[in-house]
C-alpha cells in the first residue's frame, strides 16, 4: 500500500497542499495564506497591497481572479491528483481597497470522472462579498504524492 492510500482524506487533502505550495511561488510572493484545506475545500486569503492597485486606486481584478484561482487550485487538488483549470469565469460585486484583506473560500459543487466543478466567494475582512467566481477542473496524469 502507498503512502497516499494510508492516508486520511483530510490527511490527503494537507498533503497535497503542502507539497503544491513548494512551487506555488505566485502565492507565495503575492502573500497568499492557506487558511484551510479539506477534501474539496480550500482557504486562502491575501492582503491588497499598494502594488495590487488599478488606476481607480481599488485592488486590480486580476488579484482578485488569482487569489480565488489558487483556492480553487488547493480546492481540486486534494484528492492527490494532478488537477488544472479548464475553464473560470468571475463576477465581480464589490470593490476591494488597499489594506484589505480578502479571503477566497472555495467548495466543490460537483466532481465525477474528470471533471468538477467548484464555487469560489471572495470576501473583505468585515464579510462583505467582494466577487463570486466558478471554476471547471480536469484531472490530468499525474499525482503530486507517490503512489
Not at 36 to 49: F, K, Q
Request: aromatic share 6%.
Amino acid at each position: 500500500m502507498s503512502t497516499a492510500t494510508k492516508l486520511s482524506p483530510q490527511a490527503l487533502a494537507e498533503a497535497c497542499a503542502d507539497a503544491m505550495w513548494t512551487g506555488d511561488f505566485a502565492a507565495q510572493r503575492l502573500g497568499m495564506v492557506r487558511d484551510h484545506v479539506a477534501p474539496g475545500e480550500a482557504v486562502l486569503s491575501m492582503t491588497i497591497t499598494e502594488a495590487m492597485l488599478n488606476g481607480h486606486d481599488l485592488a486590480h481584478g486580476g488579484y482578485v481572479f488569482t487569489l480565488a484561482d489558487t483556492a480553487f487550485a488547493y480546492a481540486c487538488n486534494g484528492y492527490n491528483q494532478r488537477t488544472v483549470g479548464h475553464q473560470a469565469s468571475i463576477t465581480y460585486v464589490a470593490p476591494g481597497h488597499l489594506g484589505d484583506r480578502l479571503t477566497a473560500t472555495a467548495r466543490e459543487i460537483h466532481r465525477a470522472g474528470r471533471g468538477g466543478i467548484y464555487d469560489i466567494t471572495v470576501t473583505n475582512q468585515r464579510g462583505e462579498r467582494i466577487a463570486e467566481f466558478r471554476g471547471h477542473s480536469r484531472t490530468v496524469k499525474g499525482t503530486h504524492l507517490p503512489e
